[in-house]
């Protein structure tokens, strides 16, 4: 194990903070280290792997679509992406889809295509559009995700900042109707349904539906970041769908190929989507053969399996059991589906109760220093969750 995490280390730009694990095999729920210890996972590469670590159906998708073809770039159609698009659209109402790779490529490309939609649509003042985002978000680690980020460790020392973003609070409809108001020029709002590395923040009820009435009032499209939310992850396909707010432009990746590779979309609807001409907006891997099989078969495995409607159960059940733990450490639970977190009084709490974790066999990350994130595969049955349950009762009330 020292000498594979040595070589990480020495050659490795140091931009990580990782636990002294060193993994060689994922199976469902579950990560085996080197020497063989088998951890419950409830970090799940950040909601990467929904479906389970290496699950059969993908592993045979990918196998079977690499030996046809993996890559052919855009410039030729395929006989996958097709039916790929066509499970997004249907499956998400949307009239269009764009392929990308990573989350952060996707919402880099959903700006975009609003920037593209307000000189095109809503005629703003040329190279004067304003994007708008919430305080604490997170959706990645570009130039373009750091100059909207509230958090110094991701915009210190890389300025100058991109311009045409502006930040508000977030859950807070009157900044967001005064930003409306003040700055006609603003093309998209955009917003994680529910914030994830901020630390499973929940917006109050009808936050969601006011926030898409107060874009349709002033013209400007609402962008839902549904990158680590989506999929299944909150106990609805979408973290929107708790509301019933069609965002107009959808953001979707991790779970997307359930940990078998990056693949991200964006969905919206024709008025919208129209604004992209050939040669406006492109990658040379987006929706690649390949990333369409594998993609097609993540999602279908998540209805096939109903993943959906496990998380929401599982996740009542995890919440409601730790919120009657009597322990010594003043605690609170929060989430949706398995999309869950822990608070403490301080970070030295959190990191404690996550290394007796790790020692007990149970993965959890810590985010925003106090708060742990516990987020297991959405294949989790009742007698995992009962033995997480075990771990983390014992662990909090003997520390």
Known sequence: MRKHISKE???????????????????????????????????????????????????????????ELTLTSRALYNNVLGDFMESLSTTFNYDKVLPMNTGVEGGESAIKLARMWGYKKKHVEYNKAVN???????????????????????????????????????????????????????????????QGE????????????????????????????????????????LACDYEETKPDILVLGKALSGGMMPISVVLADDEVMEVMEPGTHGSTFGGNPLAAAVGLEAIQIIKDEKLVENSYKMGEYFRNTINKFNTPLNITCRGKGL?????????????????????????????????????PPLIIH??????????????????
């Not at 909207?148 to 915009?155: I, N």
């Not at 009742?382 to 520390?399: G, S, V, Y």
Request: charged share 20%.
């Open 9 to 67: 280390v020495l050659y490795g730009a140091n931009n990580y903070v990782t636990k002294n694990i060193c993994a060689v095999k994922g199976s469902g729920i579950y990560l085996t280290d080197i020497t063989g210890i088998k951890y419950l996972d409830f970090i799940s590469a950040y909601s990467s792997v929904n479906q389970g670590h290496c699950h059969p159906r993908l592993i045979h998708a990918i196998e079977k679509q690499s030996k």
């Open 132 to 194: 708008l985002f919430c305080s604490n978000n997170f959706w990645g680690r570009t130039l373009a995700a750091s100059s909207t980020s509230s958090d110094p460790l991701c915009y210190n020392h890389i300025g100058p900042l991109v311009n045409g973003f502006d930040v508000i609070p977030y859950n807070c409809i009157a900044s967001l109707e005064r930003a409306f108001k003040h700055n006609p020029n603003i093309v998209s709002f955009m917003l994680e349904p529910i």
């Open 198 to 237: 901020a630390g499973i923040i929940i917006p109050d009820e009808g936050y969601l539906k006011k926030v898409k009435q107060l874009c349709k009032q002033y013209n400007v499209l609402m962008i839902a970041d549904e990158v680590q939310t989506g999929l299944g992850r909150t106990g609805k396909m």
């Open 339 to 375: 999309l869950n977190a822990i608070e403490f009084e301080n970070k030295d709490i959190t990191e404690k109760v996550s290394i007796t974790l790790q020692r007990r066999r149970l993965l959890a990350k810590s985010t925003r220093d106090n708060v742990l994130r516990l987020s």
């Open 382 to 399: 009742k007698t995992q969750i009962d033995q997480a349950l075990d771990i983390l009762h014992d662990t909090l009330t003997k520390l």
